[in-house]
C-alpha cells in the first residue's frame, strides 16, 4: 500500500514551540528577517514596475511595550494579501521566499523553509498580524492565532502599505520583555542587515527614554563585503576593521572574498598582527548568511589554521539554522573551506612575489600563519613551500627553503645528501655556538617562536631532502655530518683521563663525556645536547 503521511496540527504546533530553535532568542531574527525580505521583495518589484509607490523611508521598527508586555516589529514592504496570509501564514513549511525566488531569481532574499515564523510562538502566548499589501486597492487584514491550531483572519482599516507583527510575550519569556536585552540580540543578529533597523520603546516616561539612541539605526545596512572591492579604499577596509572590532590594532592586510561559483561567498578576512603566540584570539571570524549574522563559531567552514583571523564571512549556501554535526556533514561547508586555504594561499603567494620585501616585514605575524597551516592542511603546505621563510643570524637576510638550500649547498651537505638546517632557539643564550657555527661558515636560522618546536619535528617528515639540528646540539665541526669523527689528538689513555674529570662533573646519566679535537679559536670546553635527546626530553615534557 501506498499513502501520504498525514499531520496532526494539535501535535506539531507544541513540538515547533520547543524544539524549533533551542536558543529561543532566535525568534527575533527569523521576524526581522522576514521583515527584510518583505522590504526587499518590494524594491525587487518596484525595479521592474511592478510596485509603485514611496520607497524613500523604508525601514524597520521593533517596539517594546513593558506595560502591555507586547513586542511589535513594523515593516514598509510588501505586506501581505488576505489570501496570502492564509496561504504563507497558515500553512505550515509552506515558504514565500522560495516561491518569490523561483521568479525573481537574484533577490536577496533570507527565508527558505517556511517556518521562521513559527518561531514566535516559541515566546509568545499570542501573535496578531496587521498587514496591507502594496498591490493597489488592496485593504487590510487582520490575523491573530493563540498557538492552537485556531486562527482568525479579517478585513481591517490599515493606513499604510506593509506588516506589523504583534507579540504578546508569555510568562516564561519575561526576558525579553527587557529593553537591553531586546538591543542586545539585534545588535548581535541584524548589525549588517540591509535595511535600517529602529529600536524604541513605548510607555516609557518622555525623561527617561533616550531619544538619541532610538533615532540611531541598530545596523550598518551597507557593509563593505557586499560591495565590489573595486570601489573600496584602504580606509574603507580599515575603518570596516575598527567597526567589528573597536579595540583592535590596524590589522596587517586583508582578503576579500568574492566568489559566486560553485557556491556564493563573500567576505573579508584580515591578518591581525600578532607578536607572541599567546596572544592569538581564535572566534574572532563571524559568520553570516545573506547579511545576518549566523556565529562565530567557524569550525569547519574556516581551516583550523586560519581561525586566527578575523573578519566576516556571508554566505547564503550556509543555511541559518546551522548546528555542529549539520556543518560537519554539508558538502557546501567543505567546498568552502577549501576555497578559503586556497584564496589565503595565493594571496600570500602574490605578495611574496610582489612585494618581497614587505612580506618579509610582516614575516613576525605570517609566519606563525604560514607554519601552522603547513602543518596542518597538506594543500596548503604544497603553496607554503615557495614562501616559507628562514631568517639568518648573521646577515639577517630572509631565505625560502630552495634558497636556503642553494646558499649552504657547499657547506652544509651531510652524508646522506641531505641539506642541514642549523637553527637557533634562542639567538642570545646559543650565541657562543651560533658563532661557532658561523665560523665555519654556516648559516644559523631563527626558530624561536613557539610554534617552531612541533614545525620542526612535522617538516623533517614532509621534507625528505633535509635535516634540522639545532645548533648547540655539537660541537661546531659535528653539526653537518659529513664522516665518522675522530679528530681527537689524545692517546686512549689520556681521554679517560679527561672523561673521568668531566664525567665527575656532569652527574646528568643522559649525558656523556666525548674528547673531540676543537678548533684553536674555540672556548677550552663545550657542553652540548644532541638532537635526538633534547626532542625525546621535549616531548615527554622535560
Ligand atoms: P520563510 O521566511 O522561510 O519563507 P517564514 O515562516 O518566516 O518562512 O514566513 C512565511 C512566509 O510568510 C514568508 O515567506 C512570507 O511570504 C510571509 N511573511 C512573513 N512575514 C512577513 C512580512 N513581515 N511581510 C510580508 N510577508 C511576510
Ligand atoms: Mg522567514
Known amino acids: 500500500q501506498k499513502g501520504q503521511i498525514r499531520v496532526q496540527t494539535e501535535n506539531i504546533f507544541p513540538i515547533i514551540k520547543k524544539f524549533l530553535y533551542s536558543d529561543h532568542e532566535i525568534f527575533l531574527r527569523e521576524l526581522v528577517s522576514n521583515a527584510i525580505d518583505a522590504t526587499q521583495k518590494l524594491k525587487t518589484l518596484s525595479s521592474i514596475g511592478e510596485a509603485k509607490g514611496d520607497l524613500n523611508d523604508l525601514r524597520i521598527d521593533v517596539v517594546l511595550n513593558v506595560e502591555e508586555k507586547t513586542l511589535s516589529i513594523i515593516d514598509k514592504g510588501v505586506g501581505m494579501t488576505a489570501e496570502e496570509v492564509d496561504k504563507y501564514l497558515n500553512q505550515l513549511a509552506f515558504s514565500g521566499a522560495e516561491e518569490f525566488l523561483s521568479k525573481y531569481k537574484d533577490a536577496n532574499i533570507i527565508g527558505h523553509f517556511g517556518l521562521g515564523f513559527y518561531s514566535a510562538f516559541m515566546v509568545s502566548d499570542k501573535v496578531e498580524v496587521f498587514t496591507k499589501s502594496f498591490r493597489e486597492g488592496a485593504t487590510g487584514v487582520y490575523w491573530s492565532c493563540d498557538g492552537s491550531p485556531e486562527f482568525e483572519l479579517n478585513e481591517i482599516e490599515k493606513e499604510e502599505r506593509g506588516t506589523r507583527i504583534v507579540l504578546h510575550i508569555n510568562e516564561d519569556s519575561a526576558e525579553f520583555l527587557d529593553g537591553y536585552r531586546i538591543r542586545g540580540i539585534l545588535e548581535k543578529f541584524c548589525r549588517f542587515l540591509p535595511v535600517p533597523i529602529f529600536f524604541s520603546e513605548e510607555g516609557v516616561k518622555e525623561e527617561e527614554k533616550d531619544k538619541e539612541l532610538e533615532e540611531k539605526p541598530i545596523n550598518n545596512p551597507n557593509p563593505i563585503w557586499v560591495r565590489k572591492p573595486s570601489e573600496l579604499t584602504t580606509e574603507d577596509y580599515q575603518n570596516f576593521y575598527k567597526e567589528l572590532y573597536p579595540m583592535g590594532e590596524t590589522p596587517l592586510f586583508w582578503i576579500h572574498l568574492n566568489v559566486d561559483f560553485p557556491f556564493n561567498l563573500t567576505g573579508i578576512l584580515y591578518f591581525p598582527k600578532i607578536k607572541q603566540s599567546y596572544e592569538i584570539q581564535k572566534d574572532k571570524i563571524q559568520l553570516y548568511s545573506n547579511q545576518v549574522f549566523v556565529t562565530d563559531e567557524v569550525k569547519d567552514i574556516v581551516p583550523e589554521f586560519l581561525m586566527l583571523l578575523h573578519g566576516v564571512i556571508d554566505s547564503p549556501d550556509i543555511p541559518l539554522n546551522v548546528s555542529r554535526s549539520y556543518l560537519q556533514g554539508d558538502p557546501n561547508v567543505k567546498k568552502i573551506n577549501a576555497h578559503i586555504t586556497k584564496k589565503v594561499a595565493d594571496k600570500l603567494d602574490e605578495m611574496f612575489r610582489n612585494e618581497r620585501n614587505s612580506f618579509e616585514e610582516k614575516w613576525d605575524s605570517?609566519?606563525?600563519?604560514?607554519?601552522?597551516?603547513?602543518?596542518?592542511?597538506?594543500?596548503?603546505?604544497?603553496?607554503?613551500?615557495?614562501?616559507?621563510?628562514?631568517?639568518?643570524?648573521?646577515?639577517?637576510?630572509?631565505?625560502?627553503?630552495?634558497?636556503?638550500?642553494?646558499?649552504?649547498?657547499?657547506?652544509?651537505?651531510?652524508?646522506?645528501?641531505?641539506?642541514?638546517?642549523?637553527?637557533t632557539t634562542d639567538p642570545v643564550q646559543q650565541d657562543g655556538y651560533i658563532k661557532a657555527a658561523q665560523g665555519k661558515d654556516y648559516k644559523v636560522v631563527k626558530l624561536e617562536t613557539l610554534i617552531d618546536n612541533a614545525f620542526i619535528n612535522q617538516m623533517e617528515m614532509k621534507w625528505d631532502s633535509v635535516h634540522f639540528v639545532r645548533v648547540d646540539s655539537d660541537i661546531a665541526d659535528n653539526l653537518v655530518d659529513v664522516q665518522e669523527h675522530s679528530n681527537s689528538v689524545l692517546s686512549g689513555e689520556e681521554e679517560e683521563k679527561l672523561k673521568g674529570l668531566f664525567g665527575f662533573q656532569v652527574p646528568d646519566l643522559t649525558l656523556k663525556v666525548e674528547v673531540k679535537g676543537l678548533s684553536a679559536d674555540s672556548a677550552p670546553v663545550i657542553a652540548t645536547r644532541p638532537e635526538f635527546m633534547r626532542r625525546m626530553k621535549d616531548m615527554a615534557g622535560m
Not at 396 to 415: I, R, S
Open 366 to 423: 605570517l609566519g606563525l600563519f604560514v607554519k601552522y597551516g603547513m602543518m596542518t592542511d597538506d594543500k596548503f603546505l604544497d603553496k607554503g613551500n615557495k614562501f616559507l621563510l628562514l631568517q639568518d643570524t648573521a646577515d639577517k637576510k630572509f631565505y625560502t627553503l630552495e634558497e636556503y638550500k642553494t646558499a649552504v649547498e657547499a657547506v652544509q651537505k651531510n652524508k646522506d645528501g641531505k641539506t642541514v638546517i642549523i637553527y
